[in-house]
């Protein structure tokens, strides 16, 4: 994955719901290459507000087979970058945009027959949309089971969308719209998800035997619910994938805990980083390495800096650190050394990272 921006013109905003806008890019022939990208993976935006250079990350709600770029940026109370993108941005204007990014999918196997299940609230359906999609038009044989949480109808975001799909793959897709603030005439369709209603949805509409991947994005506490649910039905922990959009961040508790055990500490901090390297100080079990290293000029490649994305990940060469939030790293590679550097508090005399690795 590139850590360089690129400037991409918006070819088109539409709104999905009064509070969702779907950019489109128009990406250059010559950079279509760079830009090529899996279903469920991400792009990072990044655009001058108020005179503050501010980036986020926002799913791909399009398929790769549709040689489209389109990302879904609902709009958040005080959000500087969502605020900006539904009340400020126009077509014509140009955003600068790094490379797909992203891990939140499983690749396309057209030789087998598979069911997949998805679990989506709110804005986590952008990326599970761009995989449904996929999956359908590429594998044959594949059905799709869709479970899709909002307030009300008017805030489901990708509804004309999701339909369509289910009218072209009427025999192999579902979907399950569920509402927290309206009134359904089904009870497992009313309320938010649950523990209940998982285990009804597991005797009445699937059958955990039969499901291959499952696939999950939204808000931290349905996403580690679900988690908990399957792994207790014994579903293999390679089947269960999953995309936080909002986390809880660092543990406040944690942090102040490291702070207080290694105060009075330095440590000697090395970053190793496009074939150069730059060298600070930072007290033991305070700033993580990421913002330690904005603090001091540094030009690293991150976006959420919430332990999810990924994009500040890279190996812990020497030195030891307090990880306080992974939701990105994979086993083999934390016990390979890497590290989300967002996350990583120095603790430690001397620390070198490598982002390069």
Do not use: A, L
């Given at each position: 994955m590139s850590d360089k921006f690129h400037k991409l013109k918006v070819s088109e905003i539409e709104k999905s719901t009064p509070d969702c806008s779907i950019i489109s890019f128009d990406v250059p022939q010559e950079l279509q290459g760079q830009f090529a990208f899996k279903q469920g993976q991400y792009l990072t935006l990044q655009a001058k507000i108020n005179g503050e250079?501010?980036?986020?990350?926002?799913s791909l709600c399009s398929s790769p087979l549709d040689n489209e770029w389109k990302v879904g940026i609902k709009k958040i109370e005080e959000g500087k970058f969502s605020t900006f993108a539904n009340e400020v941005l126009k077509v014509g204007e140009e955003l600068e945009v790094m490379p797909p990014n992203g891990k939140f999918f499983v690749e396309v196997d057209k030789s087998k027959q598979k069911n997949y299940v998805a679990f989506a609230a709110g804005s986590g359906i952008t990326p599970i949309f761009s995989i449904i999609k996929t999956h359908l038009l590429a594998e044959p044989n594949a059905t799709f089971k869709l479970?899709?949480?909002n307030p009300t109808v008017v805030s489901i975001i990708l509804k004309e969308e999701l339909e369509a799909l289910k009218n072209q793959f009427m025999s192999r897709f579902e979907v399950f719209y569920f509402l927290t603030q309206e009134h359904r005439n089904v009870p497992l369709l009313k309320g938010r998800l649950s523990e209940e209603k998982m285990e009804i949805i597991f005797k009445t509409v699937c059958d955990v035997n039969q499901i291959d991947e499952y696939f999950s994005c939204g808000p931290e506490p349905m996403i580690l619910m679900i988690r908990d649910f399957l792994l207790k039905k014994e579903v293999a922990k390679e089947k269960i994938h999953f995309e936080l959009f909002t986390t809880a961040g660092?543990?406040?508790e944690a942090k102040k805990k490291v702070a207080q055990t290694f105060k009075g500490k330095v440590a000697d901090v090395t970053i190793l980083e496009g074939g150069k390297s730059m060298n600070f100080k930072v007290e033991q079990g305070s700033d993580n390495i990421l913002d330690a290293a904005l603090k001091n000029a540094a030009d690293l490649p991150f976006a959420c800096k919430g332990g999810v994305c990924c994009t500040c990940r890279a190996k812990l060469i020497e030195g030891n650190v307090e990880v306080l939030v992974n939701y990105g790293l994979e086993e083999e590679e934390i016990e390979q050394g890497y590290i989300l550097t967002c996350q990583a508090?120095?603790?430690?005399?001397?620390?070198?990272?490598?982002?390069?690795?």
């Open positions: 250079e501010v980036r986020r990350s926002y479970f899709y949480i660092s543990n406040v508090i120095p603790t430690s005399e001397k620390i070198v990272v490598d982002f390069d690795s």
